[in-house]
């Protein structure tokens, strides 16, 4: 035995050490911080063009974002395999062009750049462009003036008169003004063109700004616009779609004014697309990123060097461990007992996504609720495998009426019920049944508090801002948790219980 | 506030905690592979005939769902049996039945049940409901025990079985089990049947505790605990170190019952004993398994280690 924990005690002491000689690398010698501190949030923005080739050569250009409206561009990286690629300077702008001469089969191009936006600021107060007015039908032009007339004695400056009109185009179409639509329905355009064509009519200089409404954890978002307005001395935003005056919160501008964001020479049914992921990193890390945004190597020891879509998976996984950690400390150590080994993780990780309350609540009502059928379906006399998966199939029936029934009344966080793992608790299900028949319900109790006790730590420590940093930015700790993990694997000592447990043992010795 | 005990206190008691128990014994003299003849009870069975241990009488084995109405129906002709999973653990799924009604089956309880509901135990029995991980079983059908006339009284609506722990072939430390009203006619202490430790020189009770607090007689039947001497305690000591070396486990638990016409028997054998027989005792099983570890070094014959064993762990009374 000597032998053994001497091996494990080596392997243990050079896991520790690794882990913590590359964490302290990485805070010393390159500025990663280790305490949390002040966050921003980075996001990651993924740009995806597909198109169809047709004959000829193909040529693709996508105007790039530039740091606008206090945002920062951190990164770019582009991807474009078997095409000639560069990135063309035009009239204050970046367009990036890519060619080739021939193409079979339809492709993908990829553009990606993290961005964040350390100060709320304002765009910048470019003079007004000409105004063109709208070539018009007569009756065309008749409904415009009414319009724009009524709406002018409605309101006391441009800004509530363009309210005033987006409010009107936004409105169910039953509720609208007549001349309204009527204009809408004999334009042959969007609603937005119609928007610009009414206020160059009006005399308001107006454009439109392309963005995307950033949602983490978004996939094939697509581009969305704005609309700004010039009020003789500043620019005023309005979406087009609220009416709300102002630029939206989380809204990434990628170009300002109308043109093209994508054109495809030599390609047909083209689309862009975007995936964003955004990351809550330590302010410090950002700066800098910012500094040295090409020449920062110590990303590729990080998880930020994965594409965007497995971050967000990365991020979840990283705290597994430290899970298992809470599971291994209270069983070897405090001897709590609990119903299925790792079952706590799972439940714990479901947490994450129902938050603890909402969590604790919906197991205690799937459980419960379950055992309740469990024991109608035990009378039924049935073998092991139907009966686990009758509860399996009744489970997944509990989840779905939860969720209606809750969502009928407006609650809408119960909706994340799906996040339990089904199978997992059909087991717990099926186990405290038997357990009840065989050693009664102080013992259902006894295993169900411990496993809840020991999910809800673990809940507690996930979720930890220190802890999420630490994983996150410095995943080699978790070599050092390996090695604690080792070590408690041979530790002997007593469990906290069993000073309980053999408590009387002290009085008549 | 809740009252502990201190840690370094229940080292010089020599308490033998779980961890250590895992690590130090189990996970050291257990090898894995000796764990089926332990497991399966229908090979530790096999393995105690084959060594002249003896042990209930096997009346059959149920391997299939469809054996079981066929089964049922030759049940019908004995008077007494026992149903036991062959893969349970902890007593889990064990039926007694100690006589008959007519059409009904008494169980040990003396609860009369039907032969339908004997059959729903079997069906359950083979799907897996009482074994270790919940897989498929079989189940086996032994002869019923007739009790020791002078420990039946000791037990209530159960069987009083006796649990030696050898170590390495030297008996270490021993308790009766005793079912009570409470637990349920099984002898499983958290449940709240009585635990005697017994002496190990001599067989006789050195003290008795029911849920960690001592008790002097047991509860249902008022039998006093201070009288009792188990009969045949030799041949106790003997069987349980014989087992050690049929399975190859070094560290193990052997439950034996006392028949009235063929004395002691193996009922089953643990490899993962539990740690309450040290509550039963009052005594700690680390400084013993230290000295039946010596014991082992200096003598490799059976009947010396047990004589040793009983010098060393004697209580004295």
């Known amino acids: 035995m000597m032998a053994s924990r001497t091996q494990i005690g080596l392997i243990a002491g050079t896991l520790f050490l690794l882990g913590v000689g590359l964490t302290l690398y990485k805070a010393v010698v390159l500025g990663f911080p280790l305490l949390p501190g002040e966050y921003r949030d980075v996001w990651t923005i993924e740009s995806k063009i597909n198109f169809k080739p047709t004959k000829g050569p193909v040529q693709a250009d996508l105007t790039l974002p530039s740091n606008q409206a206090g945002w920062v561009l951190l990164e770019e990286h582009f991807a474009s395999s078997g095409f000639g690629f560069t990135v063309v300077e035009e009239n204050g702008g970046r367009d990036a062009r890519w060619t080739r001469q021939t193409l079979e089969n339809s492709t993908t191009l990829y553009y990606k750049v993290q961005a964040y936006r350390p100060t709320d600021t304002a765009l910048d107060n470019i003079p007004p462009p000409p105004i063109h007015k709208p070539m018009l039908e007569g009756d065309q032009s008749a409904a415009m003036e009414r319009l724009i007339g009524l709406l002018r004695e409605q309101s006391s400056d441009t800004e509530s008169f363009v309210s005033l009109l987006v409010g009107e185009f936004t409105k169910d179409r039953d509720a609208q003004d007549r001349d309204a639509q009527f204009l809408i329905g004999t334009f042959d355009e969007p609603e937005k063109a119609v928007l610009l064509a009414v206020l160059a009519h009006a005399g308001i200089p107006a454009q439109e700004i392309r963005g995307i409404r950033l949602e983490d954890g978004r996939r094939r978002q697509t581009l969305s616009s704005l609309l700004e307005f010039y009020t003789g001395d500043h620019w005023v935003i309005i979406d087009p779609e609220t009416a709300m005056l102002g630029m939206p919160a989380n809204f990434f501008v990628w170009q300002r004014g109308s043109g093209a964001v994508l054109g495809v020479v030599g390609g047909r049914d083209s689309s862009l697309e975007f995936a964003l992921v955004s990351n809550s990193l330590p302010a410090k890390t950002v700066t800098g990123m910012e500094q040295k945004a090409h020449a920062y190597a110590l990303l590729d020891f990080s998880i930020y060097a994965l594409p965007v879509e497995q971050q967000g998976a990365f991020k979840g996984l990283m705290l597994i461990p430290v899970a298992t950690l809470v599971v291994v400390l209270m069983r070897l150590i405090v001897g709590l007992k609990t119903s299925g080994t790792f079952m706590p993780v799972l439940i714990a990780l479901a947490f994450l996504q129902t938050k603890l309350i909402t969590g604790l609540s919906l197991f205690l009502i799937l459980v419960g609720a379950g055992l309740w059928i469990r024991s109608w379906l035990s009378h039924m006399n049935l073998l092991l495998v139907s009966r686990i998966s009758a509860v399996i199939i009744v489970v997944i029936f509990m989840m779905a009426t939860t969720a209606i029934v809750s969502y009928k009344f407006g609650l809408d966080r119960a909706l994340t019920v799906t996040f339990f793992p089904t199978i997992i608790l059909a087991w717990t299900i099926e186990r405290m049944s038997v357990l009840w028949e065989e050693d009664g319900w102080k013992e259902v109790l006894k295993q169900g508090g411990g496993s809840l006790i020991v999910a809800v730590l673990a809940y507690l420590v996930m979720t930890n801002a220190l802890v999420e940093h630490l994983t996150f930015n410095f995943p080699e700790l978790t070599l050092s948790l390996l090695a604690i993990i080792l070590l408690l694997g041979k530790y002997t000592g007593y469990r906290l219980s069993e000073l309980y447990r053999f408590r009387d043992l002290d009085k008549s010795a | ?311 060393y762990f004697g209580t004295g009374n």
């Open chain 2, 1 to 311: 506030m809740i009252r502990l005990i201190s840690p370094r206190r229940l080292k010089e008691l020599g308490i033998l905690g779980m961890n250590r128990r895992n690590v130090g014994f189990i996970g050291k003299y257990n090898p894995r592979k000796n764990y089926r003849l332990v497991d399966d009870k229908l090979q530790t069975k096999e393995a105690a005939i084959a060594n002249d241990i003896p042990v209930p009488k096997l009346y059959g084995v149920i391997e299939y769902q469809h054996q079981i109405a066929g089964a049922v129906r030759k049940l019908d002709e004995l008077d007494g049996f026992v149903i036991k999973p062959v893969q349970g653990s902890g007593g889990k799924g064990i039926l007694v039945i100690v006589g008959r009604e007519g059409e009904l089956f008494r169980k040990s309880s003396g609860v009369l049940i039907d032969a339908a509901e004997v059959r729903r135990h079997l069906s359950n029995i083979l799907a897996g409901l009482h074994s270790l991980g919940g897989r498929n079983d079989k189940a086996m059908v032994e002869a019923l025990i007739s009790f020791d006339p002078y420990l039946e009284k000791y037990s209530y609506e159960g069987v009083p079985d006796i649990r030696v722990i050898a170590f390495k072939g030297v008996p270490v430390m021993a308790m009766m089990r005793c079912a009570t009203h409470e637990s349920d006619g099984k002898a499983n202490l958290h449940q709240g049947a009585v635990g005697v430790g017994i002496d190990i020189a001599s067989g006789k009770a050195v003290r008795a505790v029911q849920h960690g607090h001592l008790v002097t007689e047991h509860p249902d039947t008022g039998a006093c605990f201070e009288e009792l001497q188990i009969p045949h305690w030799k041949q106790i000591l003997d069987l349980a170190s014989r087992c050690v070396a049929m399975t190859g486990l070094g560290y193990l638990g052997v439950d034996i019952v006392l028949d009235k016409f063929r004395g002691p028997m193996l009922l089953e054998l643990n490899a993962r004993p539990g740690l309450a027989i040290q509550v039963a005792n009052l005594a700690g099983l680390r400084h013993r398994l230290a000295v039946a570890e010596k014991i082992a070094a200096q003598t490799n014959d059976h009947d010396e280690k047990i004589a040793l064993a009983r010098q």
